[in-house]
């Protein structure tokens, strides 16, 4: 039951119950790490920094449960910014093509195929640099939330920029957690994206943190960035009032035509040395082994739900690259003794959720 009493660092805690973190928990969330700090972690030697990484891990998550989301690109393509690793931009000629925002039943479709398969988060997409001037557009997507989430499941957007105002409509559709991720450090990000700033990303994050949405940012590794700028990403993601509640990790999945086509891929163990300190700087946190992972071996795998990851993206495609299949997930997390976390297993989700009466007790024990 995860109960006994650890230390970390010169404090003791109270160990929580797996992903119903305790308040005790909560509090011992640092958010005043110095870069220095997090880049001394980042550079331990790399089983110590798993063993680590491992070892705070079973004190605020159950270590079996890997939490499944399955992602719909309900608009792609045609998108008006320059993020030079996607395939999505019109700035360049990559294979993807565009089309208008998909109808609601066709996604309402996949969303059920999705829980069938044992997710419990579904996620859209859209290829926007935000929502102006997609008054009806925005509508079928505040019905897609609205129904998503009355199937009991998690649900996630991702949908460019947005305004205050779009946030509080979106979490009163019932949207659970909204995609924004910072990508990279605020240093480096210059060289990656330049029609939209770092600090618009910080704005948005704000905005859905402020209306009560689950905040989920990560970034993308195999940019060009070094080790300091993956510190500095962490930095900035543990900075924030309150840590997000997903992280992802991204390897990226390189796109013809980008001018990241032809990048060295991300080494193995520098994505294990990131999930290993995104767990230990941010203890409540999901960390998301996100685009790439099917790239990865089961045993590649392994070593990073060891170093902290618990959650995927499982399903038939990711936006526009293809995925890693329910069927083989399952074998996998069959193999290593993992399964499914239901929805609404972390806490912190848990308690954004007033309508969730059956989580109030877990709360209060
Ligand atoms: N258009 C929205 C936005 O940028 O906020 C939402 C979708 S966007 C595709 C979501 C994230 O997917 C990006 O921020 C990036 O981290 C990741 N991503 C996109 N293309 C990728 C690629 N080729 N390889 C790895 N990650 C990628
Ligand atoms: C995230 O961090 N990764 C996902 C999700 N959030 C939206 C997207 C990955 C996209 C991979 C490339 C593609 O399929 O186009
Ligand atoms: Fe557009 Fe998002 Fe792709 Fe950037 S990552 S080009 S904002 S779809």
């Known amino acids: ?27 011992a969330t640092r958010h005043t790490w110095r870069k220095e700090e997090i880049q001394k972690i980042y550079d331990t030697p790399l089983l110590d920094l798993i063993f680590r990484a491992a070892s705070i891990h079973r004190k605020h998550h159950d270590p079996s449960k890997v939490q499944l989301c399955t992602l719909m690109n309900i608009k792609t393509g045609g998108c008006s910014e320059d993020c030079a690793y996607c395939s999505q931009s019109s700035r360049y000629s990559t294979p993807t093509k565009a089309s208008k925002l998909v109808d609601v039943e066709p996604v ?4 059920r195929k999705a829980k069938a398969n044992g997710s419990t988060r579904f996620c859209m997409g859209a290829a926007w640099r935000d929502l102006s001037g997609r008054k009806r557009g925005f509508e079928k997507i505040l019905h897609m939330v ?5 199937m009991g499941m998690e649900v996630c957007t991702t949908l460019g920029m947005l305004t205050p105002e779009q946030a509080r409509q979106l979490k009163e559709a019932g949207l659970t957690a909204y995609n924004h991720n910072l990508d990279t450090s605020r240093e480096f990000y210059p060289q990656v994206i330049t029609t939209r700033s770092f600090d618009e990303r910080l704005q948005t994050i704000e905005a859905v943190r402020e209306a009560g ?7 993308i590794l195999g940019l060009g960035e070094s080790d300091s700028d993956r510190v500095g990403l962490i930095w900035e993601v543990a900075s924030m009032p309150e840590h997000p509640e997903s992280f992802p990790v991204n390897a990226l999945v390189p796109i013809a035509g980008t001018p990241l086509e ?6 193995y163990h520098t994505l294990l040395r990131t999930i290993a300190t995104a767990r230990i700087v ?6 998301r082994l996100a685009a790439g992972r099917n790239e990865l071996t089961d045993s590649e795998q392994a070593m990073c739900f060891m170093a902290g990851a618990n959650a995927v993206f499982t399903g038939e ?4 690259t293809p995925c890693s299949p329910w069927d083989e997930d399952k074998a996998m997390m069959d193999r290593w003794g993992l399964e499914g976390m239901q929805s609404f297993e972390q806490k912190r989700l848990a308690d954004k959720e007033p309508s969730l009466p059956e989580f109030a007790d877990v709360a209060q024990s």
């Open 262 to 267: 032809n990048n060295e891929p991300v080494r």
């Open 213 to 219: 949405i689950s905040v989920c940012s990560g970034g």
């Open 108 to 111: 309402l479709e996949e969303a």
């Open 1 to 27: 039951m995860f109960r006994s009493v650890a230390t970390l660092g010169s404090r003791s805690l109270a160990r929580p119950l797996a992903t119903h973190a305790s308040a005790a928990a909560a509090a």
């Open 282 to 287: 941010m203890p409540t946190t999901i960390i």
């Open 317 to 320: 495609k990711m936006l526009t």
């Open 146 to 150: 609205r129904e998503v989430r009355g």
